[in-house]
Nanobody, 125 residues
């Protein structure tokens, strides 16, 4: 069993930055992929970014590419999402997720087995 706990959300102005953290407890093996998803108000959950636990390959949604950076610290069992140049449309609840057996579908929420409780990010214009 893996538990995920997000932190670091809050209020930011457009153009500002926030860093989200995801603490991973339990057994996260090298086969895992870690992802960040978000759910804007009144919309469906969408993919933001993902990273392979082993090797560190990263993937991004086009809407955040060049502004957001996903990283992980294997020793600390932490995953981060650095968000720069924030826009009002980045406002959402952000979720950390873990895929136990990564097969390439990093963008698909149904592939993830574990989810955090979410953290609110609000970007004001």
């Amino acid at each position: 069993q893996v538990q995920l706990v997000e932190s670091g959300g809050g209020l930011a102005q457009a153009g500002g930055s926030l860093r989200l953290s995801c603490a991973v407890s339990g057994r996260a093996s090298s086969s895992y992929a870690m992802g960040w998803f978000r759910q804007p108000p009144g919309k469906e959950r969408e993919f933001v970014a993902a990273i392979r636990w082993s090797g560190g390959s990263t993937y991004y949604a086009d809407s955040v590419k060049g502004r957001f950076t996903i990283s992980r610290d294997n020793a600390k069992n932490m995953v981060y999402l650095q968000m720069n140049s924030l826009k009002p449309e980045d406002t959402a609840v952000y979720y950390c997720a873990a895929d136990r057996n990564y097969v390439g579908t990093y963008y698909y929420s149904g592939a993830y087995d574990y989810w955090g409780q979410g953290t609110q990010v609000t970007v004001s214009s």
